[in-house]
């Protein structure tokens, strides 16, 4: 029989940390707490095997951050560090646990505390399990999001659900995925704490099943985002509506799971990458001291203004309005990436190895990446695994930045050329994407045949 438990704890920063991911050198220290940040940890046993669920309302972790959760889970559980999975909604009202070079910095005091809770909520779920039954469903949610990097580009549009109740059957635990980025109140309330999005859906969900602790596990949106129009606080409450109505109902007549298996599988992927050419880091570096230099501010966004940043303009209203000071941010962020890539240019390895993991609870298998994994790629695992029951959960136990197709690989875009550098790491090449879609398909596979 089927045993599970659910538990929550706080993740919210304490004074002084800074909020990750919304532009260079702005030093976001929060100023109000919107809503709490939680560590949410599903642990599922079939009496042989177990698997924990933890999402954490983070912008991303680092596998050192990974490492220490899952070892305190394991000592004080014997869980197997293999069978927990770490995966963050990517709010951008959160702070980071692992460096992001230049948009926030790390409080390692906060990331030492936050893994500590993490673990919390994971042996408080490990120690609250009943028996219990799944159910599992799907559904889509069309005319939200839309793919940032081309016209017409495609989206995951699934949204994908399981509930757990208890032998009684009232909700003990609601999981819902969905793939867009978190983004939706960040440009009018950036000095908040929030977990913006995801953290109304799950309100929402527990609002509607009392007694229900609902968890969100962030999907491909490296290249999606809800639409603009959201972005205004009158309308910003409509797409969290419209996902939670939409998991909630495709939940309505789902019959329990057939399988009662647990399972998990773990990889180590080899992505190819190419070495940074000395061309490209001298015309960032020598650009960027002339600016400095000089103060000069004109046609930066002819320059590195293309590839730095998604919307030129809103780093201006990010610094203020004072365009000198963006432009001079961006500059320093170029000298600070150089030294960084110098060090190690011609030693590094050419490929970049990564974690790829899959639970399997019951007929849902949740299958991980550490990237910002592309819209294409997501689509590719669902139609070759031809599992109907699939959570993609992106941002999980660790940081790879941008995982870009070809098409913005070959443009040189913000996730092609820009989210390697703030990530200390080589270029993914063509072959990148696929090489991770191949890994992920062959956990899925070895949980489906265990």
């Not at 042996?123 to 159910?135: F, G, H, M, Q, T």
């Not at 819209?375 to 599992?387: E, G």
Request: proline share 5%; hydrophobic share 35%.
């Amino acid at each position: 029989m089927l045993t599970a438990g659910v538990a929550r704890t706080c993740l919210t920063p304490f004074w002084g940390v800074e909020l990750t991911g919304w532009g260079y050198y702005i030093q976001r220290t929060w100023q109000r707490v919107h809503d709490d940040l939680h560590a949410t940890a599903l642990v599922v046993d079939d009496g042989h095997h177990q698997a924990v669920l933890l999402t954490l309302d983070l912008m991303v972790i680092d596998v050192e951050f990974t490492r220490r959760t899952r070892e305190r889970i394991h000592r004080e559980t014997g869980l197997p560090p293999d069978a927990i999975l770490l995966t963050c909604s990517h709010s951008h009202n959160a702070p980071a646990a692992g460096g992001l070079l230049g948009v926030g910095e790390c409080d390692r005091d906060y990331e030492d505390w936050a893994s500590r809770q993490a673990a919390t909520a994971a042996i408080l779920a490990w120690k609250n399990r009943a028996p219990a039954r799944l159910s599992t469903a799907h559904a889509e949610l069309h005319g939200q999001s839309f793919n940032r990097t081309r016209p017409g580009g495609v989206v995951d549009p699934t949204v994908t659900t399981l509930k757990v109740e208890d032998l009684q059957g009232c909700p003990v635990a609601f999981v819902v995925n969905f793939g867009a980025h978190p983004t939706v109140t960040t440009d009018w309330r950036p000095y908040d704490v929030s977990r913006d999005l995801p953290g109304e859906v799950c309100d929402l969900i527990e609002q509607a099943l009392p007694g229900v602790t609902a968890l969100y596990v962030q999907g491909a949106c490296g290249d999606v985002n809800f639409l603009r129009e959201f972005i205004d606080e009158e309308r910003h409450h409509e797409p969290a509506r419209m996902l939670a109505s939409v998991a909630l109902e495709c939940q309505i007549d789902a019959p329990s799971t057939y399988s009662e298996q647990v399972a998990c599988a773990r990889e180590i992927a080899r992505l190819p990458t190419r070495r940074w050419t000395l061309d490209e880091i001298h015309q960032d570096r020598d650009e960027a001291e002339r600016r400095l230099q000089s103060r000069d501010a004109t046609h930066w966004r002819e320059s590195f203004g293309r590839s730095m940043t998604n919307r030129p303009d809103d780093m201006v209203k990010r610094h203020g309005g004072d365009e000198l000071k963006a432009v001079m941010a961006m500059a320093r962020f170029k000298m600070e990436w150089t030294d960084r890539i110098l060090l190690d240019l011609e030693t590094r390895p050419e490929y970049l190895e990564t974690e790829v993991q899959t639970l399997r609870l019951g007929d849902l298998f949740i299958t991980s990446n550490s990237s910002e994994f592309f819209s294409p790629f997501a689509l590719d695992v669902r139609r070759q695994s031809q599992v109907p029951e699939l959570m993609l959960a992106c941002y999980s136990n660790g940081r790879i930045g941008y995982l870009p197709d070809a098409h913005d690989i070959q443009a040189r875009s913000y996730a092609g050329f820009q989210s390697p550098k703030y990530c200390n790491q080589f270029p993914f090449t063509d072959e990148s994407g696929p090489a991770m879609c191949t890994a992920m398909l062959r956990t899925v596979e070895r949980c489906q045949n265990r």
